[in-house]
């Protein structure tokens, strides 16, 4: 068998807002079929990369291909995206958006019924009345309308609760196993983890890692991390001697050896006054690994 095609190719991509470098020479292949992640925190430039791939923003330099082709308004019919924000008109229903957006995008009308069945949406309830979740599953549905091969999602889980975010997990993988090719821009560490079969990790516009979950939590190396949780003083006496993501309640502390470093890592909490609730020695996230790559976190 013969490599997989590639379903979309960025080859030194530069985009600048007047004196600020958006994009710094991105380069990326994503095969079809497979979900690839793009991580990184927010302004790192995941969704101006995404913008100029499924809306056509002008860029400065690089080029685009999809399934070989250059990127036209011809091969731009092969993508559907899914943007943060919701795309359906608040006053109409369902249906009505369904409909106004099949009209648009030239798609047959038998796929507003077999996109209304398949995410389970009310056909007469108007879009502003629906939840987070279900109107994730409108915007969904209505990039599906012309069954595009690859779909892009930017941050298809912000502001859900666990179990919709869940939900829209297991529709991603139902889009990979119908064949489609998936880019997804996260800064969410668990769902390109949970989701992808290889992330680009995206920091300040460049590519700073790309490989699979297990290959890039690799770049860590022997490392542990020490994650302690409560309220917590102190932190800045560790700083000095170790690597750590510090988020309001939790520290992720990277140590080469955690049966040595714990008595050190408590006994500096404890000194300076925190109230220690867990402490346990995990294996690195992609989280950890951005950290060891920046020096920051994801957030």
Known sequence: MGDPMKALEVGELRKRYGNFEALRGVNLEIEEGEIFALLGPNGAGKTTLIRIIAEGLKYDSGEIRVFGDPLTK???????????????????????????????????????????????????????????????RLNLAIALLYEPKILILDEPTVGLDVPSRREVWELIEHFRSDGKTVLLATHYMEEAEALADRVAIINEGKIIALGTPAELKGLIGNESI??????????????????????????????????EALPTVVHALVEAGSEIKAITVEEPTLEDVFMKLTGRGLE
């Not at 001697?241 to 510090?246: G, M, P, T, Y």
């Open 226 to 259: 020490i994650q302690v949780e409560g309220i917590l003083k102190g932190i800045e006496r560790l700083k000095g001697r170790f690597k750590i993501i510090d988020k309001e309640g939790r520290v992720r502390i990277h140590v080469k050896n955690a049966r």
């Open 74 to 136: 011809k091969t731009s019919r092969l993508i559907g995206y899914v943007p943060q924000e919701s795309i359906a008109y608040d006053l109409l229903t369902v249906e009505e958006n369904l409909r106004f957006y099949a009209d648009i995008y030239d798609a047959p009308r038998d796929r507003i019924k077999e996109l209304m069945e398949f995410f389970s949406l009310p056909r007469r309830k108007r879009a502003k009345e629906l939840s987070g979740g279900y109107k994730h």
